[in-house]
């Protein structure tokens, strides 16, 4: 939650520009690496829950 409200604040901030610094599109990039991840372990291992 509190890193959603921070982009929340910086892209409100920064209306042309959705990353303004190097972490906060390092950390986009390792949720929707995350997220991925998750999403094909959930639909590959579903048949041994």
Same mark, same amino acid.
């Given at each position: ?7 929340? @604040?910086? /892209? ?15 950390? /986009?990039? @390792?949720? @929707? ?5 998750? /999403? ?10």
């Amino acid at each position: 939650m509190r890193l959603r409200r921070r982009q929340h @604040v910086s /892209r409100k901030r920064i209306e042309h520009r959705p990353y303004n610094t190097d972490d906060e599109l390092q950390q /986009r990039f @390792v949720d @929707v690496r995350f997220g991925t991840f998750l /999403r094909f372990s959930m639909a590959t291992f579903q048949h041994l829950e």
